[in-house]
Every structure is written in structure tokens, then in C-alpha cells.
T-cell receptor, first 113, second 114 residues
Framework: NAGVTQTPKFRVLKTGQSMTLLCAQD?????MYWYRQDPGMGLRLIHY???????AKGEVPDGYNVSRLKKQNFLLGLESAAPSQTSVYFC????????????FGPGTRLTVL | AQSVSQHNHHVILSEAASLELGCNYS??????LFWYVQYPGQHLQLLLK??????LVKGIKGFEAEFIKSKFSFNLRKPSVQWSDTAEYFC????????????FGDGTTLTVKP
């Protein structure tokens, strides 16, 4: 039972390059989230999904796209990376109940040069 | 809209000192409140949460938090900290119309000196 996993753990991109971050969960949770964590700014929600085939914008969606083709996977894409997207990206899942705990992945540290 | 404010950005304590981290939220309806912890090099994990009932909530590792509705607060406390409590602490709120979508505070970094 791996919980929530993220691939890759580290990545360095040049400005303008694209990449996809993968989040996988084996918890059978409906809700999945992508956050970015920057020093002094806590976690900010990028996009989220309330179920397979659905996605919605969070607080800071610009420059990112997501897809949830399978319930267990949530992909975060950067089409044209910018230095402002240098951050640590966390995926999380929950059952969807408003009182439910979010379970986080280990994070992906992305540097855009 | 819901929001969370954590008052202390960085707290430094000696072992055995008492801890209180402030958290205030803004939301007009029923809320669920959480404290998450991120130990160095690890991912976030739940410390404790409040969703109903007794406003004094006890969590793991001796932490507790008290929900004071009149003050819109959910402060985290521990009577005696240990070096292993060194971590970043995040308060989060989830309002009753935002099912599954929490808003996190900016975090408080706690450093405990041995």
C-alpha cells in the first residue's frame, strides 16, 4: 500500500520546456489536488479534481494544465516552463468529505532555469 | 471565501518549553479545522483536526488544539516540546460549502534547540 506517490522527485528544466508530473494513489480517493509550496507562502492550490474525468481551477492555475483520465492518477502539466514556476509541488488526495484528512505525496522539487 | 492566518512565521524554543502557535480563520459558516506538520525532508501529515463536538482536540505526539468559535481561532499547543518537534506547521480550514477543498496558512517553522 504505497499511499500517494509522485514522479519525478526532482527535475531541472530550461525556460520554455514542457514536462508532466504524475501523481498516483492507491487509496481509492475521489478527490485529488495539486499544490505548490513556496517559502513563506504556504501551500497554494493549483488545480483539483473531484472525480475521474473532472478537473477544476484552484488559487493559482495559470501556466498549468491537469488531467484525470483514471481515478488513481492526476497529471500536472507545464506547457512552457517559466522561472516563476520553480517550486516544490505536492499532490494530495482525500475522500471528498469536508472533514476528511488530505494525504500528501512526497513532493517534486522543480527548478526552472 | 475562506482564509487562514498564522501569526508566527518562525518560532525558536528550547527543549521542554511550552508551545502555542496561533491560527485564525475567516469564514462565515461551519468549518472544519486542521493542523498539518511537515518534518524536515518529509511530506505533510495530519497532526489533528476538528470537525464537531469537543472543541479541545488532541492529536499525535502530545499536541492539542482548541477551537474558539467566538475568536475564529484554532491555536496549537504542546506543554513541553522536544527536539524532534522541529518542523513546519500548517493550519488549514475547510468551510461547509467547500467540500474537500482546504485553504492553508503560510506555515510556522518551529526550531527546537536541544
Amino acid at each position: 500500500n504505497a499511499g500517494v506517490t509522485q514522479t519525478p522527485k526532482f527535475r531541472v528544466l530550461k525556460t520554455g520546456q514542457s514536462m508532466t508530473l504524475l501523481c498516483a494513489q492507491d487509496m481509492n480517493h475521489e478527490y485529488m489536488y495539486w499544490y505548490r509550496q513556496d517559502p513563506g507562502m504556504g501551500l497554494r492550490l493549483i488545480h483539483y479534481s473531484v472525480g475521474e474525468g473532472t478537473t477544476a481551477k484552484g488559487e493559482v492555475p495559470d501556466g498549468y494544465n491537469v488531467s484525470r483520465l483514471k481515478k488513481q492518477n492526476f497529471l500536472l502539466g507545464l506547457e512552457s516552463a517559466a522561472p516563476s514556476q520553480t517550486s516544490v509541488y505536492f499532490c494530495a488526495t482525500s475522500s471528498g468529505s469536508k472533514a476528511d484528512t488530505q494525504y500528501f505525496g512526497p513532493g517534486t522539487r522543480l527548478t526552472v532555469l | 471565501a475562506q482564509s487562514v492566518s498564522q501569526h508566527n512565521h518562525h518560532v525558536i524554543l528550547s527543549e521542554a518549553a511550552s508551545l502555542e502557535l496561533g491560527c485564525n480563520y475567516s469564514y462565515g459558516g461551519t468549518v472544519n479545522l486542521f493542523w498539518y506538520v511537515q518534518y524536515p525532508g518529509q511530506h505533510l501529515q495530519l497532526l489533528l483536526k476538528y470537525f464537531s463536538g469537543d472543541p479541545l482536540v488532541k492529536g499525535i505526539k502530545g499536541f492539542e488544539a482548541e477551537f474558539i468559535k467566538s475568536k475564529f481561532s484554532f491555536n496549537l499547543r504542546k506543554p513541553s516540546v522536544q527536539w524532534s518537534d522541529t518542523a513546519e506547521y500548517f493550519c488549514a480550514v475547510n468551510g461547509d460549502t467547500n467540500a474537500g477543498k482546504s485553504t492553508f496558512g503560510d506555515g510556522t517553522t518551529l526550531t527546537v534547540k536541544p
